[in-house]
């Protein structure tokens, strides 16, 4: 997969290697790297500037008989994605690699034309010269009217980022493939449909043409034909032999769903995977496949014309649009695909990555996921196909891979999941496989890092970019990978792979190369993919890839990566955030110049949970960060990404506020100020939570949520009886006059609270009417009105009648009423000195805690000897003290902290029993424990 | 206000720590009736009968077709002998019919009363039920009316108890009338009821009546009088009316607030045990010992309102739900000094004014201070509903019923019990599942 730029690239970086980094190694807490860019004054996680578009975006394009390849639409259909980007050079650029060839005609030794139901391809290329990677998913289509009933289309998902295309292309695949089925079955109705109206055209005509002729014929009764008339039946034969043929179409479209499935079972299992889900996408909101017979019948208004002998030339006619070729149904249906895949795929790679891994992970977690997790069910079958396909490999890997890289390879299904079966365009494979070795031993030998030498590489890099010139490169084939899967040595490297690696690799590898487009890989069909060999990529793709990415930086990762590799022994639960802290930080939000690099790295909770402190360093460089942004900001440049995130995470009174975090005392101040802003900004629109109160968390959401979340533990000393309250499961009511403010602290809060289920989580937004006890068994975090009217004595009444179901926090008389909370638990949850600085990052830092949480719970639910007596004589009091010392020893659970787990214990043996999720409330949990009046 | 007893958020004793809330009626419940080890019936103003399930709080059945308020319940338990194990439940309405519901079927429907059926009582030895409004009905299971009494009073029947002997007692005012049921003999083929003795002793209406064990029964009024009456010969036993001083220097004016003030003594239920009467009366608790024929222990103010239920537990607690929404738990205690400390005249001072009730007041504490022997300790309070709480049932095995005129009915369970029997379920759940032992 790495062209021959690269390899001059990579030789000369091993030049900088080969002079070992001499230095006494710093101690590895205080080996933050010097942010490389920071001179530039770049981002490093910007879009490369060689990037014409600002976000990654699908464009169709057709190759059209009459004008060549040309751009039809793009998704999102708006011109400030693709900004200046050359659609037209690309739509030539990519389709003009389309491999497959696919033969429509008179094949030899048959009479009719034959329609040959290609399979769609799929081809990873690059164009460094526009700064361009592109997924293309080519499909033929066909049209009567067309040269050889075929028009060649194309749907490309282009990226900056190369890497993204490469490791996404199963989901890439899979996702197109269900817009191309979507597409093809609309264009076989439309055809179909086509050929019927022709075959009663033809008919019509022939029946004319018979009348003329006989009546020519009655007429004529000299004995010998007139050439009038012998052109009437030569007419009258063509229109015969073209009723067959077209006939024969009409059969050969009918018959597709059989032939399909006929022909594919050399990959049975795939490709009809694929199928279903082609099949499934339409079916939502439409008629399926299955009612076919419907599908291909003929309208009976039609009213058929006669054909003319001569058919116009191809260019005077006016070819169908893609929306006339398929159903106008289906092609809405393929643009809500086509705009879901946006969807799915925006952000950065590590983002999408992780994400993944999250899924997969929490679909681990099956028995104890529904409590804190939103759960979106998005299609999985993909990943779960992915899972079992790839099972037995990883299986093997777990066995012989060091513990921490344990959850990623499963997810990290990427560049080898597609292989290439065009025998033709194999080329320098060779000298790739050396390469490939070469390097490898590099790669174990690197250890150092220079941030200065980096500057200069990146440079280089620039220059690199400007100057490349145009040819089309295929850097990848099927060779290419299996060679690539077999070579295992990659075993070695136990650095797990950093969404930054990937990074810096995309941009070392774009400024190498000389040649401005290179098609990476083909794959024409997934149903070509032998099984066998199916098996074995996932893991050795995934080694492969992080081989690969670790070539231009594995410097960076070994220095920037101590925290994370510290971090590496925890295990599953603890190696997951890092990655996500990052990913989260860099792409998804797109204004990572905000954050300073390392930031990640703090925000990682060690084994002893204690977030650390920042060396010295760090923080200096903070603060200059925060000048820069405070430039940045006004910079109309970054306008465009102001409706992405909320008005107060580009406050800058707000980042002073929340950033200079020795200043905590002074932050109350400021924090209310901008909290009160940001309130008057997203009362409006940006409060989701108010039109859907419960519903699935969106990114925006979660990334807000946690914002406030964080503002209220910086801003409230009490923070954490009051987060106390909500995971013991006593119902936190948030009282206070304005509406705005305490949906918001609501919906902040509402991330530690726990489900009862897989439904929408106890939370209550807002009330006015004075509580009853049904709302503290229905509700555990209710945000209650406070009318100054003396006709709200009612709910205050209430609220003091069964204060002992509930914590009260006055967010008016800034106050909280709650049982006093001693544990260490939540004091690493929400730290307020935290360095976490934004929404997305401390969600994810919450979710990791209460993930760990949720598995100290469920050990602690289905231990068997806990809850059993061991024998008859054995009294309850027995069991009772070998619960509490199995939460205090083995949990390490210290005073109320028990409470938490027992009460996720109840929750997960009531969801573990529950016949019928979502029938009932559970019920009412409380204790009866003295309550504290807290003030600030 | 005279000092109520509280406890605070800390209840080490309580241990009803988890809640579930019942809701299915939509009108006052007043009544809860046990139907066998887990399952009970709730029925109320809104006409409807509902069976729940203890255990799991799950709604059973809902039986409707009352077109009024439920005045009384029973079961109507099937006898020892029969094959077929059908309970009834009885149900009287102020739409003067009386229904058997049985598993959601309407067995039968009377509507041929004159009043309205406030009392139910069912004589199981008999097999038969008597209705009591204002005349007296005796019916069979099969719901043929056996005979009646003549009208008696417009007031009705207002608690109607069994004695031996065949006989019943009927508080009606402030009398109490004794029937004795004759039964079908060789003679005669019809049930007869005769009124067999009146008992005048009491100065006001009749609010309770409970036997109290083979002995004896016990009746309450309104103004405040105990009796205990010897079961066999009915001649009163003991009589107390220490709740009530009525002082004969009031003026009328101070009778009205007398009057006003008589719902503070007025005897609203009785429970007992083998040694002591329990009596919620106004808003205190009173412990009678039936051996020393005295009140040894009181709680002049256990609620913030009246008493409407109390119940003791086999565990030497007592419950009591009140007009005040509350249900508070008290444990009864030897007290280990006699005369340590005074009681406190709080329940007197209530009640009277001036200069009277200092008069009134200083005899009756006296009275009071050799009285008390044991002490009833609060050791735990039950905040759920809103309103008043009419009525409870306690389960062995599953805790607390209590119906509201909230509308609501709270299932109140021992939490850490719960949570064991939870833990089971779900391991037997796992064996099933066949998960329990896959490792192995």
Known sequence: ?936 | KSPLQTIGEEQTQNPYTELLVLKAHHDIVRFLVQLDDYRFASAGDDGIVVIWNAQTGEKLLELSGHTQKITAIITFPSLESCEEKNQLILTASADRTVWDCDTGRQVQRVSCFQSTVKCLTVLKRLDIWLSGGNDLCVWNRKLDLLCKTSHLSDTGISALVEIPKNCVIAAVGKELIIFRLVAPTEGSLEWEIIEVKRLLDHQDNILSLVNVNDKSFVTGSHVGELIIWDVLDWTMQAYERNFWDPSPQLDTQQEIKLCQKQNDISIHHFTCDEENVFAAVGRGLYVYNLQMKRVIACQKTAHDSNVLHIAKLPNRQLISCSEDGSVRIWELREKQQLTAEPVPTGFFNMWGFGRVNKQASQPVKKQQENATLCSLELIGDLIGHSSSVEMFLYFEDHGLVTCSADHLIILWKNGERESGLRSLKLFQKLEENGDLYLAV
């Not at chain 1, 001499?22 to 990037?51: I, M, R, T």
């Open chain 1, 1 to 936: 997969m790495i062209s021959a730029p690269d390899v001059v690239a990579f030789t000369k970086e091993d030049e900088y290697e080969e002079e070992p980094y001499n230095e006494p190694a710093l101690p590895e807490e205080y080996s933050v790297p010097l942010f490389p860019f920071a001179s530039q004054g770049a981002n490093p996680w910007s879009k490369l500037s060689g990037a014409k578009f600002s976000r990654d975006f699908i464009l169709i394009s057709e190759f059209s008989e009459q004008v060549g390849p040309q751009p039809l639409l793009t998704i999102p259909n708006d011109t400030k994605v693709f900004g200046t980007f050359d659609l037209n050079y690309f739509s030539l650029r990519i389709m003009s690699v389309d491999y497959q060839a696919s033969f429509v005609g008179h094949p030899p030794g048959s009479a009719y034309p034959k329609l040959n139901f290609v399979e769609d391809s799929k081809v990873v290329l690059g164009d460094s010269k526009e700064g361009a990677f592109a997924y293309v998913h080519h499909l033929t289509l066909y049209d009567l009217e067309a040269r050889g009933f075929v028009r060649p289309f194309c749907m490309a998902y282009i990226s900056a980022d190369q890497h993204k295309i490469m490791q996404q292309f199963q989901e890439l695949s899979a996702e197109f493939s269900k817009a191309s089925e979507c597409l093809k079955t609309g264009n076989r109705k439309a055809f179909a449909g086509e050929l019927e109206k022709k075959l009663k055209d033809l008919d019509y005509t022939r029946t004319v043409l018979h009348t003329e002729t006989e009546i020519q014929k009655k007429a004529n009764d000299k004995g010998f034909y007139s050439s009038q008339a012998i052109e009437k039946a030569n007419e009258l034969a063509s229109v015969e032999k073209s009723i067959i043929e077209h006939q024969d179409l009409l059969k050969q479209i009918r018959s597709y769903p059989h032939r399909k499935v006929k022909g594919s079972d050399l990959s049975s299992g795939e490709i009809e995977h694929t199928q279903d889900q082609a099949n499934q996408a339409p079916a939502t909101s439409n008629p399926d496949e299955t009612d076919d017979t419907d599908l291909y019948t003929c309208r009976p208004a039609y009213i058929p014309k006669l054909i003319k002998a001569k058919s116009t030339k191809c260019f005077d006619k006016k070819l169908k649009t893609l929306e006339e070729l398929c159903d106008t149904e289906y092609f809405t249906q393929t643009l809500a695909q086509l705009s879901h895949i946006e969807h799915m795929f925006r952000g950065d790679l590590c983002y999408l990555l992780t994400s993944q891994i999250d899924r997969a992970l929490l679909k681990q977690q099956h028995i104890t996921n529904f409590l804190f997790e939103d759960f979106v069910e998005v299609d999985d079958k993909m990943v779960e196909k992915q899972e079992c396909v790839s099972s037995q490999p990883r299986q093997d890997k777990l066995l012989s891979r060091p513990l921490e890289e344990c959850p990623i390879p499963k997810v990290l299904i990427s560049v080898g999941s597609y292989k290439s079966s065009v025998e033709s365009v194999l080329i320098k494979m060779e000298q790739e496989l050396g390469d490939e070795e070469y390097k490898e031993v590099e790669v174990t030998e690197s250890s150092s890092f220079d941030p200065q030498e980096n500057l200069d590489y990146l440079d280089m890099d620039m220059k690199g970019s400007i100057s490349s010139g145009e040819s089309i490169e295929v850097l990848g084939t099927e060779k290419s990978t299996s060679v690539l899967s077999k070579s295992d040595s990659q075993g070695s490297l136990t650095v797990p792979l950093s969404p930054l690696v990937v990074r810096s690799k995309a941009v070392s590898h774009r400024t190498i190369s000389e040649d401005s487009i290179e098609v990476l890989s083909t794959c024409p069909s997934e149903a070509l993919i032998p099984d066998d060999f199916k098996a074995s990529y996932p893991s050795a793709i995934n080694e492969e890839e992080s081989y690969a990415d670790n070539e231009g930086a594995i410097h960076f990762q070994a220095s920037i990566s101590p925290p994370e590799l510290g971090e590496a022994g925890e295990g599953n639960l603890e190696n997951t955030p890092p990655q996500i802290d990052s990913s989260c930080c860099i792409g998804k939000e797109s204004d990572g110049k905000l954050v300073p690099f390392p930031t990640p790295a703090h925000t990682l909770s060690d084994e002893d949970g204690v977030v650390s402190i920042p060396p010295q360093r760090y923080r200096q460089k903070d603060e200059g960060f925060h000048v820069d942004f405070a430039v940045e900001n006004t910079n109309p440049s970054s306008q465009d990404n102001c409706e992405a995130f909320p008005a107060y995470e580009l406050d800058p009174s707000y980042l002073l506020a929340s950033r200079d975090v020795s200043k905590t005392s002074l932050d109350n101040y400021s924090d209310t100020t901008s909290y009160v802003s940001s309130v008057a900004s997203t009362s409006s629109d940006r409060t989701p939570s108010s039109a859907h109160p419960v519903g699935p968390s969106s990114e925006r959401h979660k990334k807000r949520a946690g914002q406030n979340a964080l503002k209220f533990i910086r801003q409230y000393p009490f923070a954490h009886p009051a987060i106390y309250s909500l995971l013991s499961g006593r119902t936190l009511v948030v009282l206070g006059e304005d509406e705005t403010i305490v949906r918001k602290l609501v919906t902040a809060l509402s991330i530690f609270v726990p489900n009862y289920g897989r439904y929408a989580k106890p939370v209550k937004h807002w009330v006015s009417s004075p509580l009853h006890i049904m709302d503290f068994q229905k509700w555990k975090l209710i945000g209650l009105q406070r009318v100054a009217s003396p006709g709200s004595a009612g709910t205050l009444h209430a609220l003091s009648r069964y204060s002992r179901y509930t914590s009260i926090l006055d967010l008016d008389n800034k106050t909280l009423r709650c049982p006093l909370y001693r544990g260490t638990l939540v004091p690493r949850l929400a730290d307020h000195r935290t360095q976490i600085k934004r929404g997305s990052t401390y969600y994810l830092h919450v979710q990791s805690m209460l993930t760990q949480l949720c598995s100290k719970a469920f050990l602690y639910t289905f231990c068997h000897h806990l809850h059993l007596p061991a024998h008859d004589k054995e009294t309850e009091e027995l069991v009772a003290s070998r619960q509490v010392s199995f939460l205090r020893l083995n949990l390490g659970l210290v005073n109320e902290d028990v409470r938490v787990v027992q009460y996720l214990a109840e929750l997960l043996k009531l969801h573990y029993m529950q016949e019928s999720p979502g029938s009932s409330h559970p019920m009412l949990r409380f204790d009866y424990v003295p309550s504290f009046l807290y003030k600030i």
